[in-house]
Nanobody
Framework: QVRLVESGGGLVQAGGSLRVSCSASVSFLSLKTMGWYRQAPGKQRELVVIITSGGTTNYTDSVKGRFAISRDNAKNTVYLQMNSLKPEDTAVYYC??????????WGQGTQVTVSS
């Protein structure tokens, strides 16, 4: 069982920055991938970024150049630094972790609201 806990969401003005964190209850060695999805009101959940155990990242086009994922292996924590935020980035951001045996785990989500 993998438990993921997000933190760091909040309200920010357009053009501002915010960092959200996700702490895992297991070592990153147990996880093949970690990443972030988001879900805006009335929309489907969408991929923001995924990072593999080898460090390869895959960002959705709308956040490239503005968002950056990083991880602290010692703390089993992954971060999402969000810069130049736009109102359309407003969503609940979910942390996800994928195990080597194909099971995905999700955090409870953290709200990010960008005001115009």
């Amino acid at each position: 069982q993998v438990r993921l806990v997000e933190s760091g969401g909040g309200l920010v003005q357009a053009g501002g920055s915010l960092r959200v964190s996700c702490s895992a209850s297991v070592s990153f060695l147990s996880l093949k991938t970690m990443g972030w999805y988001r879900q805006a009101p009335g929309k489907q959940r969408e991929l923001v970024v995924i990072i593999t155990s080898g460090g390869t990242t895959n960002y959705t086009d709308s956040v490239k150049g503005r968002f950056a994922i990083s991880r602290d292996n010692a703390k089993n924590t992954v971060y999402l630094q969000m810069n130049s935020l736009k109102p359309e980035d407003t969503a609940v951001y979910y942390c996800t972790g994928g195990t080597w045996y194909g099971r995905d785990y999700w955090g409870q989500g953290t709200q990010v609201t960008v005001s115009s």
